[in-house]
Nanobody, 125 residues
Framework: QVRLVESGGGLMQAGGSLRLSCAVS????????MGWFRQAPGKEREFVAGISGSGGSTYYADSVKGRFTISRDNAKNTVYLQMNSLKPEDTAVYYC??????????????????WGQGTQVTVSS
């Protein structure tokens, strides 16, 4: 049974930092691309960042490039999202997801197969 569990969300002032974690079980973690998405109230879910199975390739949405960093620890079956220079517009529920189909640089939600329950990030101005 595949399971993804996010943690690390919370309330932060603008300019601050948070690190999200996503613990994954039930699959051969290092084989698969992982992604982070977010969904703000009243908006569609949007891609934030992705990372290849080896961790050697990362890619980001333009809105977070230079501020957020995705990484993974394959020994711990965990993917991370380090978020720096947070802005109020980063406020959303953040989800991690796994692409089981070995697509290249998947950026849309339909390209990911399993999802976590989400963790709330709120950035105050």
């Amino acid at each position: 049974q595949v399971r993804l569990v996010e943690s690390g969300g919370g309330l932060m002032q603008a300019g601050g930092s948070l690190r999200l974690s996503c613990a994954v079980s039930g699959l051969a973690f290092s084989r698969y691309t992982m992604g982070w998405f977010r969904q703000a109230p009243g908006k569609e879910r949007e891609f934030v960042a992705g990372i290849s199975g080896s961790g050697g390739s990362t890619y980001y949405a333009d809105s977070v490039k230079g501020r957020f960093t995705i990484s993974r620890d394959n020994a711990k079956n965990t993917v991370y999202l380090q978020m720096n220079s947070l802005k109020p517009e980063d406020t959303a529920v953040y989800y991690c997801a796994v692409d089981l189909q070995h697509r290249s640089a998947a950026r849309t939600s339909y390209e990911y197969d399993y999802w976590g329950q989400g963790t709330q990030v709120t950035v105050s101005s």
